[in-house]
């Protein structure tokens, strides 16, 4: 068993699972929540955290007691663009979906700071993926919450064009379930598990389709309301941007300083400037970065070669310095120390 401290979510996620469950599976709450000695009372305060635990325990119980594994999916069914308030309307009033992906992912912070969605070319393909962010760290998210939010954010896409489409490619991090119809039902034929990321992928012509409520004039409206709403600040710090990037560069083993400064839109020296002045640079990113996802991919039971070569490392010798830098300890012995059989 790991040790360490719990993780919490938000109470207002695990309210929205609950509510969905009671209505359309008549799912017993009461008896869920009191056995966790949770009081709906409490769930319903604004800013409340619980056990995030309880929400993976909610979503397995309730796939068990429906019989029904696309109950996530289902659940994520009930994301439209009109209930989104700005952020929908500039969706749909975008001129393709390539434009409405760009508009998700430059005003998310509309309807929470927690998720930030990432949009970048790769290899011919463009891919979509969400990270988390977790005190002061972006992480991936974990196999609920990806099915979920992947799920949710391909049907905000097919819910403003005329014509549903299915991803070029799905990526999930978790291990390939049993019910894999389930999967393919949203998310096409190709879908890939066990990969380093969860992720959707598009290709130019998807890309290229025209949405059902084109509207340049509205679009503008919304986009300056969008804009006065947030403030510069609210899109968060280039060095928050930068390490975002820098965690998808990991799955495309590339964490190069060309590679993420290109993805960011600036020039090397430009990016290095600008980090200076938030008091930081990337070599320092870099390496949040890889400490963080050492531990992870260790306590993944991933061996030190692969990790090194994960970490962007061209062999394991200067990770496994790093990692004694970080930890004061080998790979090995911390492992020892934060992992039970």
């Not at 975002?244 to 964490?255: K, M, N, Q, W, Y």
């Not at 320092?284 to 993944?300: F, I, N, P, S």
Request: proline share 4%; hydrophobic share 40%.
């Amino acid at each position: 068993m790991r040790l360490g401290v719990q993780k919490q979510a938000p109470a207002e996620a695990f309210l929205f699972i609950l509510t969905f469950l009671t209505k359309h599976y008549g799912f017993d709450v009461a008896s869920f929540i009191n056995a966790r000695n949770i009081s709906m009372k409490e769930l319903q305060i604004k800013g409340t955290k619980i056990n995030a635990v309880y929400i993976n325990e909610l979503i397995e119980e309730a796939i068990a007691y429906a019989g029904d594994s696309s109950v996530l999916f289902k659940l994520s069914e009930s994301v439209n663009p009109n209930k989104l308030g700005v952020l929908g309307y500039l969706m749909l009033h975008s001129r393709n979906v390539e434009e409405a992906i760009i508009k998700l992912c430059r005003y998310y912070p509309l309807i929470g700071k927690t998720l930030k969605p990432f949009f970048v070319a790769e290899n011919g393909m463009y891919k979509l993926t969400l990270l988390i962010h977790k005190e002061d760290e972006m992480e991936h998210l974990e196999k609920y919450s990806a099915e979920i939010h992947l799920s949710a954010l391909l049907h905000l896409i097919n819910k403003i064009i005329p014509q549903p489409i299915f991803p070029k490619q799905t990526i999930f991090r978790h291990t390939k379930p049993l019910h894999v119809k389930a999967y393919q039902s949203v998310f096409g034929e190709t879908i890939l598990f066990d990969e380093v990321e969860n992720a959707l992928y598009f290709d130019k012509a998807q890309l290229a389709m025209k949405t059902s409520y084109d509207n340049p004039y509205l679009l503008s409206v919304f986009e300056k309301e969008a804009e006065q709403s947030l403030g510069l600040s609210v899109h968060g710090s280039l060095s928050e941007h930068v390490k975002g990037f820098i965690l998808i560069g990991t799955g495309e083993l590339d964490v190069s300083l060309e590679s993420v400064a290109h993805k960011v839109g600036m020039h090397p020296r430009t990016l290095q400037k600008k980090l200076k002045i938030e008091g930081t640079s990337f070599v320092a990113l870099l390496g949040e970065v890889r400490q963080k996802l050492a531990t992870h991919y260790l306590q993944k039971g991933l061996d030190t070669p692969t990790i090194a070569s994960y970490l962007g490392y061209a062999e394991p010798s200067p990770f496994l310095r790093a990692f004694k830098k970080w930890y004061g300890l080998s790979p090995k012995a911390w492992l020892a120390l934060h992992v039970k059989s």
